[in-house]
């Protein structure tokens, strides 16, 4: 345990100045029926008894050091009115001093080891209404990512974020935990030429003295501090329309226009579908290759990995799964990471609608059968790595003592999905589901919810219908049932895999199939395990897959091929994913190697040399996959 009240402020040359106002939504507490002191087992916040009103960093960033210097004000107020100390969130931090902003006199605090970082507890006196932390980050903060500049497509260094789940205490003291929700503006000074974007509507900017600008944002719907998002870096930007932007490093514009140049149309089928998008603009940022995600959905900032960049837009369906986050995850809010589904199987749902809308009323509905029937896929694989009976792989999860990163798979997303798709035959079909969802959002819009808070309402709207909700939520494996899928956009697929299975490959095979039933064609040969080596050297010759600029294509194609034994796929595996840290392909393909006992050897030295590459989340799974594989 650490304790103090010093009153040292540290010092730095800083090369950006932060300063970033946050404001809580007025009654924004968790809706969970036990709203208990401390609420979420990942947090050691005690946001039942206080709560963050405002927040305002001022904070120095070396991009050299990889060091934020700064300080931190906050106010609160009690929700309990003998609460005598606040505890907020902290990791890798080095607290200097704590002091009540009124008086600048020293408050006394502790740091005590908790799950997932630190405890910084501060005792108050009864006329405390707001204190200044003055702190400085760790170069190794899990929650950041800096870049030097030859890893970047320009010169400068590169600064980006990744809060989701619990990494935001790496960057500032604070409430980590879904259930505190919290409006922001920000006032962030970067040296020239470096730009600086949040998760935030800009509201201008300033040229000062000294070769710096100061950029200005506000956030104006309440969000958790895993939302919080910051990029710096010599960005650009083009425009798609008045409220959609593409932001990027210079050389990638061209391309970063065209591929996301239906975004508005995105936007605009999302809100037939949802309702209104209340959060003002709706930004993107292509990060650089070691963004370990397909997407992040900070509001008006959704966060792209360039492996997205297709050449031929077929992977857009990322942007529509962060857009529908506006409405599910963004706007409603899972109460704490054990109710993940809430987040991520309502927004796949979502996003599934909004590919229906985009597709007509000739081909929407099959178009969003398809998508449901391809993300089965992705699901057995989950459970199978994880486990079928593996607590993990239900939908509502006990993470007491679990880091929530761990628990990362695509059992919420999909299994969620399939739960309300479920709900939805149910119901009576999606001229049911779609009110009902629509009147879901708007009930529980700017709130945090639990699993429990869902059931309710569902069972207020429909009091006769019969749900096996404990089976549904807390039963690992596989869904309870899985819908009946409409396969029509499948049969092409099926019967090529049932050809290729048998070695029967022919030059016109994919003549007329789209780049995801490419996709599919080579994931079901690879679940059903029956390609040949002889049919997988046929297949390379005759499709040249390694070639694919399609990253989902190529992926699914190095998983076959290395399935398959088929070395000459080894270099090109392992060049994919040493050009990018997506963990949707690099953790599965390294599993595959280090599984290959003949080239298990070559794949932990290409890991070991690309370590500092990834960032912290993805290293540290890729770590415990190396280990539970090839041991310790």
Partial sequence: ????????????????????????????????????????????????????????????????????????????????????????????????????????AALDFTISAADFGSALTI???????????????????????????????????????????????????????????????????VANPLVAVMSAVSTGKDEG??????????????????????????ISYRDISDRVRVWCEKPLLDECEWEFAQTEEILQAAEAVAGPYVWGRYDMVVLPP?????????????????????????????????????????????????????NEGFTVFLERKILKQLGGPDKGEVIRHAASLNGQSSLKDAISLFGEDNPLTALKVDLEGVDPDDAFSSVPYEKGSTFLFYLENLVGGPSVMDPFLRGYIQHFAYKSIKSEDFVSFFTSKFPGVEVDWEGWLTKPGMPLVVPEFDGSLQKAVEGLVGRWAEGKVAESDLEGLTPQQVKATLTLLFERETATLETVQTLDKLFNFSTYKNCDILNSWCRLAIQARFEPIVPVALAFVSRQGRMKYVRPIYRDLFKWSEQSQKAVEVYNSKKSFYMGICRNMLTKDMNSILGS
């Fill in 123 to 189: 005792t108050l006196v009864p006329s405390t209404t707001a204190l200044r932390i003055t702190y400085h980050t760790s170069p190794d903060a899990s929650g950041v990512q800096v870049l030097a500049a030859e890893q970047t497509l320009g010169s400068h260094p590169y600064l980006f974020t990744q809060n989701q789940a619990i990494h935001a205490r790496s960057i500032v003291p604070c409430q980590d935990t879904p259930s505190v929700k919290a409006r922001y503006t920000a006032h962030i000074t």
């Fill in 290 to 342: 070691s963004f370990p995600y397909g997407g992040m959905e900070n509001p008006c900032l959704t966060f792209i990995t360039p492996t997205l960049l297709a050449g031929d837009r077929s992977l857009v369906n990322v942007v529509a799964h962060e857009i529908a986050h506006s409405w599910t995850g963004n706007l409603v809010t899972n109460a704490n990471w054990e109710h993940f589904w809430l």
């Fill in 209 to 234: 003295e000294g070769g710096v600008t100061t950029y200005h944002f506000h956030q104006k719907v309440p969000i958790p501090a895993y939302l919080i998002a910051l990029v710096v870096g010599d």
């Fill in 1 to 104: 345990m650490i304790t103090g009240n010093t009153n040292t402020l540290l010092a730095g040359a800083a090369t950006l100045v932060i300063s970033l106002t946050l404001v809580t939504y007025p009654g924004l507490l968790s809706v969970g029926k036990n709203n208990m002191s401390r609420p979420d087992p990942s947090s050691a916040s005690d946001s039942g008894l206080i709560r963050t009103t405002h927040l305002e960093m001022t904070l120095a960033v070396d991009l050299h050091t990889a060091v934020m210097t700064g300080h931190v004000d906050i106010q609160f107020e009690r929700v309990n009115s003998d609460c005598n100390s606040f505890v907020l969130d902290i990791k890798d931090l080095t607290i200097a001093s704590v002091v009540d902003v009124a008086d600048s």
